[in-house]
């Protein structure tokens, strides 16, 4: 199987110190592979260095086997590679289907000329992005709430909407980071659901997320940090049982289910 992200020895230094340090791993087209750690372990950090916000100071990032460490995010983003923010970044006052419009602008590839005339091929483009936005929006189950206010949805379809901004890129690779933080069981159910859907049409999915049930339940992989270090990598099975998983992260006490769907 082709690998599509590959991360090796990847490393950054905030003055003088080693936020994260040699981490290395893989993902494959359809697979999820879940970040997981204590609050500090530098899970954020990581993503930010693969999505090209820091540039790291050691390592390097492949995207489907080009070397694109450091490259900026707009670049990636053309190459692939797509994500999400642990807060959203949502146009409250848009409407729901202009906040998925939004997500086309890196596809648009006329001519500067066209859109300031408002010529018919600009407003030929307009309407292709408006009937892939609504079609992105049935996929996440926001079709009927297209002409809503985002500030009136919920926070969980929020969370979806913003999943759906990202998947407007059309990417190869998608980092989520922490789909479900704050949602309610209902709401995380919901976004489990659409991120397995996602995954089995292929795409790569690199995920952070403190929901351990979530993630023992969806993940193909698992990788585990603690203070920048990576100390456990393996499926759910394997990493819940881990001595230095437990007591680092999920706890002498943890009863959390490897099952995995």
């Known amino acids: 199987m082709t690998t599509l992200l590959e991360v090796s020895g990847l490393g950054i230094t905030f003055g003088g110190l080693k936020a994260v ?11 999820i592979v879940s970040v997981i750690g204590p609050n500090g372990a530098g899970k954020t950090t990581l993503f930010n ?18 070397d694109v460490t450091g490259w900026d995010p707009f670049l990636l983003a053309r190459r692939g590679l797509s994500r999400t923010f642990q807060n959203l970044q949502i146009f409250q006052t848009m409407t729901v289907l202009e906040n998925a419009v939004a997500g086309f602008h890196l596809q648009e590839k006329g001519p500067l000329l066209a859109d300031l005339l408002h010529l018919p091929s600009m407003k030929a483009r307009a309407r292709t992005a408006e009937a892939e936005a609504r079609a992105l929006l049935d996929r996440v189950r926001l079709g009927n709430a297209a002409e809503k206010e985002a500030s009136s949805l919920s926070y969980g379809a929020l969370k979806r909407l913003e999943i759906a901004r990202a ?14 933080a704050g949602c309610n069981a209902v709401e995380t159910e919901e976004i489990d659901h659409l ?21 023992m339940r969806i993940s193909n ?8 270090e990576k100390i456990a990598e393996g499926e759910p099975a394997v990493v819940s049982r881990d001595p230095k998983v437990i007591e680092a992260y999920l706890g002498p006490d943890s009863q959390v289910e490897a099952t995995h769907a």
């Open 195 to 215: 991120i397995a859907e996602v995954a089995a049409s292929g795409v790569a999915i690199l995920l952070v997320e403190h929901d351990m049930k979530m993630v």
């Open 21 to 31: 340090n040699d981490v290395s791993f893989r993902v494959n087209p359809g697979e």
């Open 167 to 180: 998947l407007a890129l059309k990417p190869r690779v998608l980092l989520l980071d922490e789909p479900a």
């Open 221 to 228: 992989h698992i990788v585990v940090l603690d203070h920048g």
């Open 49 to 66: 260095m693969i999505s090209g916000v820091y540039i790291p100071s050691e390592g390097s990032v492949k995207l489907d086997g080009q």
